[in-house]
T-cell receptor
Framework: AQKITQTQPGMFVQEKEAVTLDCTYD???????LFWYKQPSSGEMIFLIY??????QNATEGRYSLNFQKARKSANLVISASQLGDSAMYFC?????????????FGTGTSLTVIP | KAGVTQTPRYLIKTRGQQVTLSCSPI?????VSWYQQTPGQGLQFLFE???????NKGNFPGRFSGRQFSNSRSEMNVSTLELGDSALYLC???????????????FGAGSRLTVL
């Protein structure tokens, strides 16, 4: 089974509108971390936001927030007030707690296009 | 603070050749991970090094190898190149390994390998 599933290959959003990018995960660990990264056309992966499995509050970082629903095993990224510079690939990722190393599992990504 | 530096950024090789890619992590980061990114397979974990020891390895053939030096710089080597090895190879560094807080991966810009 896939560890991380992103079901939206492509999304469009109007500038200044909010958009939600979906992510579901699969793990039997109680302790895990969830991450979102942005990859512009330049190729570099940029860290956006982190949610720990024991965090009671949803994570927020500026215009980014993570809608964490533990029972549903979902960790959706919400981008508020979209900007043209938000057009990029977005990847959801997970690190499992049983792993003593720092191996991340990535989803297949969602391509976001912001329309002026 | 300098980011993760990967060299070379672009390279073209022919089948059967070998290639060595280099990664200099952020100063103070002891964990270095390598990922292969292709349009078909997405981001796949290759291996992780921590304090000069390989701690995790993904499902790649033995043609893919790596090492880490005492200054945390890392190299990965691919021998007997195949067409399917054409990909963006991303290096990422982090402070420590394991489940300690966010322990975010910081990525380099990648090395884009084309095998002809």
């Amino acid at each position: 089974a896939q560890k991380i599933t992103q079901t939206q290959p492509g999304m469009f959003v109007q500038e200044k509108e909010a958009v939600t990018l979906d992510c579901t995960y699969d793990t039997s660990d109680q302790s895990y971390g969830l991450f979102w990264y942005k990859q512009p056309s330049s190729g570099e992966m940029i860290f956006l936001i982190y949610q720990g499995s024991y965090d009671e509050q949803n994570a927020t970082e500026g215009r980014y927030s993570l809608n964490f629903q533990k029972a549903r095993k979902s960790a959706n990224l919400v981008i508020s007030a979209s900007q043209l510079g938000d057009s990029a690939m977005y990847f959801c990722a997970m690190r499992e707690g049983h792993n003593t190393g720092n191996q991340f599992y990535f989803g297949t990504g969602t391509s976001l296009t912001v329309i002026p | 603070k300098a980011g993760v530096t990967q060299t070379p950024r672009y390279l073209i090789k022919t089948r059967g050749q070998q290639v060595t890619l280099s990664c200099s992590p952020i100063s103070g980061h002891r964990s270095v991970s390598w990922y292969q990114q292709t349009p078909g397979q997405g981001l796949q974990f290759l291996f992780e090094y921590f304090s000069e020891t390989q701690r995790n390895k993904g499902n790649f053939p033995g043609r893919f190898s790596g090492r880490q030096f005492s200054n945390s710089r890392s190299e990965m080597n691919v021998s007997t190149l195949e067409l399917g090895d054409s990909a963006l190879y991303l290096c990422a560094s982090s402070l420590v390994g394991g489940m300690r807080g966010a322990n975010v991966l910081t990525f380099g810009a990648g090395s884009r390998l084309t095998v002809l």
